[in-house]
């Protein structure tokens, strides 16, 4: 499985952007796919997970909305009211498929995009 992160940039605070994960190869190799973010000098942590197969969203935040559209293989993040402390590089992660449960954990997923770096000025 390959993930490629895009749509991140620089935006001012309360805008927003929309972040996508395009996936390729076995695909079928993945249920549990999410987002986390690290900013500099901090723990990789944890914004929001989905199964790929649909269901129940988690988040850490109200602004963030994860989707997925299956038959493009593509997952996203819409991010609203964006505030400076958002500012961190996001990446795309996936579990294996044999795995069915959300974690919050960012050791527990197997595949990762590059990430893409999202800035929020005040």
């Known amino acids: 499985v390959q993930l490629q992160a895009s749509g991140g940039g620089l935006v001012q605070t309360g805008g927003s952007l929309r972040l996508s994960c395009a996936a390729s190869?076995?695909?079928?190799?993945?249920?549990?796919v999410g987002w986390f973010r690290q900013a500099p000098g901090r723990e990789r942590e944890f914004v929001a997970a989905?199964?790929?197969?649909?269901g129940r969203a988690y988040y850490a935040d109200s602004r963030f909305t994860i989707s997925r559209d299956n038959a493009k293989n593509t997952l996203y993040l819409q991010m609203n009211s964006l505030k400076p402390e958002d500012t961190a590089v996001y990446y795309c992660?996936?579990?294996?498929?044999?795995?069915?449960?959300?974690?919050?954990?960012?050791?527990?997923?197997?595949?990762w995009g590059q990430g893409t770096l999202v800035t929020v000025s005040s």
């Open positions: 992660a996936a579990r294996p498929a044999t795995v069915t449960v959300i974690s919050y954990n960012h050791r527990q997923y197997k595949y």
């Open positions: 190869g076995r695909t079928s190799s993945m249920n549990v």
């Open positions: 989905i199964t790929w197969s649909g």
